[in-house]
């Protein structure tokens, strides 16, 4: 009775600091999905008015004036294919690196160090190679400098997954008589799901957010959200509205991406129920 | 279950891998350059066929230049590909182009922002377009207010450019009801203005005599030129010798800090031109010092609170800052012929004339004493004065740089870690060495 | 008397856990470490080589050309390349501005990722409860900035911030709080910088500790429960050497982001009021977008990756000791 009331409390202050995390998070969100339904004079209102005819204008900017629906998919589409072909070329090298300890740890700082350089260096001879290639204004460069950037991370984060599984579960699966790409594909795999979800999502999101190159390889209609999103801020002055709407249209897929995360990471997938 | 997730996750990304494949055709470049070498099609069409890419400025004349482009389209058959991009980010993008060989750059019309113009010429990335005015019958450069001329199209004695719009800077002030009654005539002087604005602050009531920018390196560097300008200052002399901290420098530069402490609004040494756009329409401030242009957005009951209140003037000592953009070819352009025809379009009396009624921002002489262009704008006859008068950010190829090391030590100076004597003479003795 | 025996007894039980655990871990770490040594060493080689192809096919190019840049004269609008000399490299020790960027860019990485890990981690361990209900809202919320571009994050932070007419300083007006100039006081701005780079990369660091959180074996903690241990023992004793590779991971990619922050320099303070916030990658932004200068900002970018390095080297080192204690 004491133990169970004690328990709870604990559940209460779990429940009270989580609350404070995620409104320090929400609020200037919420406060952005208003800007989006505002004009600029409202916007920026102070003391503010919280009763006004909200108006789509800013949508209608985003989506008419600018075509962010384009953007959008092609951001989507980028970010997805260099992640997803990046955890494949990834989780087979991170699976080398965990478990044989291949060139470890001179191939693993090598391969970082191609993270280290700031891209602004490497922005110029890459618009180069992307000339000659004629992959210029084309999803392909893209595609390929965020898969090569973007590789060690996902590297990185494996190895400690791939670690971290006991050696004798592959054992005991071999014992079993699984070959080894059998253990790999279902003993591994599965138990590294959240990993890989958690690498695949990370790549997925420093594609997405990534905007050097996005404006250096990218033309008129092949651009990305951020370089969208920049050519909203004028020399007239930001057009926050449009922003705000553009924002509102980015957090959409964060709550599909959370679902995808929420369904993998549910404690079953652990190495219990495999035995 | 674990299975089934699996499946789901790779069938998404399975299906937005397709849907790449299926985005190819519109991606991929429209296979329209080459056809430059074409006969001209008879019928007035002579450009049928051939695309041209232009990289712009987020500024009300380009959105008019969209907006007036299916005629020029329609007429020629060109097919005409706008990008606008914001100003940070043009440079990034154009500099990697212009350094492709001749020929082998994406765009083919660019603008140039007079800060860029020292450094393209001398980096040899713009055409000489002496021969192609000679023959234009539509684009004389006599047309044009000579300030302009001098800044965005003849560099020596070539001409690399076409005159595209004026972003001179100018006093805008409002009459708003906390300031009636104190504000008699504007001053002539900068230092009676900074009185002024400095007596028509009240910090505790939020309200203030200016907004002014104090963050690096633009928005600080072309507000104080205004005061430097004013108080009869100049970076460089004639003979490049600079003077930057010279007296009237050091004037300019204690009456500026002493309007941004006690005329301005505490955050001021961050405010771009955005913030202080904000505070003056939401009626916080008195005026502030920004394009001549800002006049019609304070005029828009969408984003103001002070419609109809304000008054567009020169700067306080009469010789504002003066910018501008032209249009200018690169080398690296694929089609210069179609280029040069779309810029001849652009900039002919008519097309320059509609954009003026539109909002635009002249600077031929005619568009700007055309009659239905001052009936709608009577305030036109000043900016023509006032971009007239205004001087020029000196045009040498380290523009930039020049621009990067006045905003460091005149922010410096705002924020009292250096006096305005220091921080002007380390700016001397940096800018000395930028000097071609 | 009976206290001061029970106590005693517990702590001797407690040393008797730590060692059992411990050895627990070790065990399973060096059979991790050393089974499948010698078989299938083709296989290995197989597995790596796509990924070094990938990394290497972009980036290789660029690496060694801006390598071999950095030994140059090379400014762009002064056409190609000139004489070979080592001065990019050594006016970089004269150069005092780079000093003030060195500081802050320190000051700005240790904030950042020592609070963010401290945040990120403490969410994580509330969050992976069994028994908390609501655990799925509360992050789905949490990881809403993630997908916002760090231009986006810099442009609405702009507008809550502005001093007079953001929401955040009208709220601490309405509660009688003191209303900070945040961006345009040179004490706060760097301040203000770290809070907003909290609120945006948080969420990344919350992703990965959670799934590594997620993927710990519960055999271990079952066991471990068997034998008594507190939730304070399970936690120094096994969740923290056992996450030691993923913090390791999620640490190193947050420090080496940190130091090349530039985008949310460049939106926000430009590197000012002053010089307060000026960050050495915004410095090489500088050198190489305004200035045009490659063969500097090169040999700035080669400086600076051997500065990582050697911190990357020196946190492998840490973390691997710890783990093995």
């Known amino acids: 009775m004491l133990i169970s009331l004690r328990k709870n409390i604990g559940l209460y202050i779990t429940h009270a600091i989580l609350i404070l995390a995620t409104l320090f998070v929400l609020l200037p969100i919420l406060w952005v999905a208003r800007t989006s339904l505002a004009n600029r004079l409202i916007a920026y209102k102070i003391p503010p008015v919280w009763i006004f005819t909200p108006t789509l204008e800013n949508y209608r900017t985003i989506f008419q004036q600018y075509p962010f629906q384009r953007y959008f998919l092609n951001s989507l589409v980028v970010a997805s294919v260099a992640s997803l072909i990046a955890l494949i070329l990834g989780s087979l090298a991170a699976y080398s690196i965990a478990r ?33 290639a004629h992959l210029w204004d084309s999803p392909f460069a893209l595609i390929l400098a965020y898969l090569s950037f973007n590789l060690p991370y996902t590297i990185w984060i494996l190895i400690g997954f791939f670690q971290s599984i006991p050696v004798e579960l592959e054992e005991a699966a071999m014992i079993d008589g699984c070959s080894r790409t059998q253990t790999l594909w279902r ?59 553009s924002t509102v249209l980015v957090v959409l897929p964060v709550i599909l991406l959370t679902w995808i995360i929420q369904k993998s990471l549910v404690r079953n997938l652990t190495f219990g129920s495999i035995k | 279950m674990k299975k089934r997730i699996l499946f789901t996750i790779f069938g998404i990304l399975i299906v937005l891998s397709l849907l790449l494949s299926s985005c190819q055709p519109t991606t991929t470049q429209p296979p329209a350059e080459e056809p430059t ?107 044009y207010l000579p300030s302009m001329v001098n800044m965005v199209g003849v560099l020596g004695d070539k001409a690399y450019m076409v005159p595209f719009y004026n972003y001179a800077m100018a006093l805008i002030y409002c009459n ?81 800090v002493d309007a941004m402490k006690n005329a301005a609004s505490s955050g001021a040494p961050a405010y771009g031109f955005d913030e202080t756009f904000t505070e ?24 103001s609170q002070v419609v109809d209140m304000c008054t567009v003037t020169s700067v306080p000592g009469g010789k504002g800052l003066l910018g501008g953009w032209g249009w200018a070819i690169p080398k690296s352009s694929h089609s210069p012929d179609a280029a040069w025809a779309f810029i001849e ?92 | 008397m009976f206290l001061i025996s029970e106590a005693g007894k517990t702590r001797l039980t407690d040393a008797d856990r730590l060692y059992e655990m411990k050895s627990i871990v070790r065990k399973r770490r060096s059979e991790a470490q050393h089974s499948y040594r010698q078989s299938e060493r083709r296989l290995r080689i197989y ?7 990938g990394i290497w096919m972009v980036v290789g190019f660029p690496l060694l050309y801006a390598f071999y840049v950095s030994f140059h004269d090379y400014v762009l609008s002064k056409g190609g390349l000139g004489a070979v000399n080592l001065a990019n490299y050594l006016n970089i020790f004269e150069d005092t501005q780079l000093l003030v960027a060195s500081k802050n860019t320190f000051i700005l990485t240790f904030s950042v990722v020592s609070l963010e890990f401290l945040i990120a981690f403490g969410l994580a361990l509330l969050l992976n409860n069994k028994r908390l209900h609501g655990g799925n809202i509360y992050l789905l919320i949490l990881l809403i900035p993630m ?36 961006l345009g006081d040179p004490r706060l701005a760097m301040i203000t910088i770290i809070i907003v780079d909290i609120w945006h990369e948080t969420s990344f660091l919350l992703l990965i500790l959670l799934a590594g959180l997620t993927a710990l074996p519960d055999e271990l903690y079952e066991a471990a429960v068997i034998d008594g241990a507190t939730s304070s023992q399970k936690f120094r004793f096994l969740t923290i050497p056992l996450m030691m590779p993923t913090i390791l991971v999620a640490v190193l990619i947050r420090v080496i982001a940190a130091l090349k922050t530039y985008d949310l320099i460049y939106i926000l303070t430009r590197g000012g009021p002053g010089v307060s916030t000026e960050t050495i990658s915004y410095y090489i932004y500088r050198v190489a977008f305004v200035f045009l200068d490659m063969g500097k900002s090169s040999a700035l970018s080669f400086l600076l990756l051997v500065l990582i390095i050697i911190l990357t080297i020196i946190l492998m080192q840490a973390m691997r000791s710890e783990d093995t204690v």
């Open chain 2, 176 to 256: 708003v009801p906390e300031v009636e009654g104190k504000v008699g005539e504007i001053p002539n002087s900068i230092p009676e203005y900074v009185e002024l604005i400095k007596s028509l602050t009240d910090a505790d009531a939020g309200f203030y005599g200016a907004s002014m920018m104090g963050l690096r390196p633009d928005p600080i560097t072309m507000e104080w030129l205004n005061y430097l300008y004013s108080s009869g200052g100049l970076i460089y002399d004639e003979d490049w010798n600079v003077i930057v901290n010279n007296e009237n420098g050091v004037e300019a530069l204690t009456q500026y």
């Open chain 2, 280 to 303: 003056v329409a939401q009626g916080k401030a008195f005026g502030f010092i920004t394009f001549n242009w800002m006049l019609p957005q304070l005029n828009d009951p969408e984003m």
């Open chain 1, 100 to 132: 044989f300890r291949t060139g470890d740890p001179v191939l693993r700082l090598s391969m970082l160090s191609t993270q280290m350089l700031p891209a602004i260096t490497l922005v110029i001879p890459i618009f180069l190679l992307a000339r000659l």
């Open chain 2, 345 to 436: 379009w652009a900039e002919s009396f008519d097309v320059a004339k509609a954009r003026a009624l539109a909002g635009g921002a002249p600077t031929r002489i005619d568009v700007f004493e055309d009659s239905d262009v001052l009936a709608a704008y009577p305030y036109y006859k000043e900016v023509e004065q006032i971009v007239g008068e205004a001087i020029t950010f000196p045009i040498m190829s380290r523009s930039p740089q020049v621009v990067e090391v006045l905003g460091r030590v005149l922010s410096e100076a705002v924020i009292g870690s250096k006096s305005p004597q220091e921080a002007l003479d380390e700016a001397a003795a940096e800018l000395a060495g930028l000097v071609d």
């Open chain 3, 147 to 182: 997908l916002m571009p760090p231009i986006t994050v810099g442009l609405i932070w702009r507008m809550l911030l502005h001093p007079e007419l953001g929401i955040i300083n009208y709220s601490l007006g309405l509660i009688h709080m003191p209303q900070p100039a945040w």
């Open chain 3, 47 to 53: 597995l790596i080589v796509p990924a070094i192809i």
């Open chain 1, 187 to 245: 003993v591994v795999i599965p138990v590294v799901l959240p990993g890989l979800l958690a690498a695949g999502v990370f790549n997925f999101i420093l594609n997405w957010n990534e905007f050097l190159f996005a404006l250096i390889l990218t033309g008129r209609d092949t651009r990305t959200l951020p370089v969208a999103v920049a050519a909203l801020w004028t020399q007239q002055g930001v057009q926050i509205g449009a922003v705000s709407a």
């Open chain 2, 37 to 143: 070498t074409e006969e001209p099609v008879a019928e007035g069409k002579p450009f049928e066929g051939v695309t041209i890419n232009i990289m712009m400025e987020g500024v009300p004349d380009t959105e008019f230049v969209q907006e007036l482009l299916p005629q020029f389209e329609e007429q020629t058959g060109m097919k005409v590909n706008i990008e606008v991009l914001n100003y940070a980010m043009m440079h990034e993008k154009l500099v990697p182009q212009l350094t492709a060989p001749e020929g082998g750059g994406s765009y083919d019309v660019i603008v140039v922002d007079n800060y860029w113009v020292g450094e393209f010429i001398y980096a040899d990335w713009l055409m000489e377009l002496d021969d192609r005015l000679a023959n234009s019958e539509t684009i004389s450069l006599d047309d």
